[in-house]
């Protein structure tokens, strides 16, 4: 292991762009941006085809967030869950009256810089100009959630959509887009890395996958035990804990960290109140690679690893030189 680690005792990864990759999250955001501005279902007049639209996947992601510009200002303002990465989308068209990707990545750069102190903004402003309710358009009202459920359609696909919810998709034709997932890294190197580290360390992650998203490609790839159990927290944790408590807990919040440093079976609203003992966070490394991770890791006082192997690739490093992070690599195959 770098002589760096020897500090810590515990390592929590964030999942997409650290250990594995983010593109075809992506290409599900981008199918269903495109799905929801153009079929006659939701906003659009257009019947559509899914079949063609996932053949033809990687220019409709070219299109729909130009050139990946737009996910990359958006990633940069902390959206950390690729759901909201589709709804922010949806809203600044409805809220600008148009499907015109380069006035709606105009919009995008405008806004704060933390994006949890904008969502509000945003849903007030689709809602104004669409004339659709507020309330259905907040987010995590109506509107997110169906949204989230029509990227689940593509991510995984009719068949596993219909095992894992007991619903046919409101879409069908989709064929899924999870069974194409690889590592960030080639595949020996990862093995290699978790097996040195978790000899001596407990591994743990912090990521806005789902469960079933997060297990999936660690069990395929052969690495899920070499993680604590008790520190894999996930978006699944996300939702409990917002319906428990009402607050909005994905990253740029430190829920997530916290969770799986304290165990995820450690009570929510203690963890919220700040019981815990503060000392472990000293010896605990957050490795992640978006701004939603970095400004998670130091609002609870955490030290940080950048790794440029996420959207922005090696132009990340001044924005991470410049929130303070005490590492940068490549990828997390320089950690050993």
């Not at 990359?72 to 990707?101: E, F, H, I, Q, R």
């Not at 297990?215 to 690495?223: A, D, H, M, N, R």
């Amino acid at each position: 292991m770098k002589q760096f680690l020897e500090k810590y005792d515990t390592v929590i990864f964030d999942m997409d762009g650290v250990i594995t990759s983010e593109q075809n999250y992506w290409n599900s955001a981008s199918l269903v941006v495109r799905e929801y501005l153009s079929s006659e279902k939701y906003f659009g007049h257009e019947k559509i085809d899914t079949r063609l639209m996932h053949d033809d996947v990687k220019k409709i992601r070219s299109e729909v967030f130009l050139d990946d510009a737009l996910i990359n200002v958006l990633k940069s303002k902390g959206v950390n869950s690729n759901w909201d990465l589709g709804y922010v989308t949806v809203c600044s068209a409805l809220a600008l009256k148009t499907t015109d990707p380069r006035k709606i990545y105009d919009h995008a750069c405008a806004l704060g810089d933390n994006i949890l102190d904008e969502y509000d903004r945003i849903a007030a402003m689709a809602a104004d100009a669409s004339g659709l309710d507020e309330s259905y358009v907040k987010r995590s009202g109506r509107l997110w959630s169906e949204m989230r459920d029509c990227f689940q359609e593509w991510f995984l696909g009719d068949a596993i959509f219909e095992a894992q919810y007991g619903r046919k998709p409101l879409e069908g034709g989709k064929k899924g887009l999870l069974n194409d997932e690889s590592p960030i890294i080639p595949m020996n190197m990862l093995v290699k890395l978790l097996e040195e580290l978790s000899a001596s360390k407990r591994l743990c992650t912090g990521t806005g996958r789902p469960y079933m998203e997060m297990k999936t490609p660690l069990e395929l790839w052969g690495v899920i035990d070499y993680f604590d159990k008790n520190g894999l927290c996930n978006y699944d944790h996300v939702v409990e804990a917002e319906k428990r408590t009402g607050m909005t807990l994905t990253k740029p919040h430190p829920y997530m960290f916290l969770k799986a440093l304290y165990g995820i079976d450690h009570d929510d609203v203690r963890l919220l109140e700040g019981d815990y003992d503060r000392s472990r966070i000293g010896r605990a490394l957050i490795v992640g690679d978006a701004g939603a991770d970095i400004l998670a890791a130091k609002a609870m006082g955490a030290d940080f690893c950048a790794v440029l192997t996420g959207i922005s690739g090696k132009k990340a490093r001044g924005f991470f030189e410049e929130q303070g992070a005490e590492y940068i690599l490549d990828s997390v195959a320089d950690m050993i």
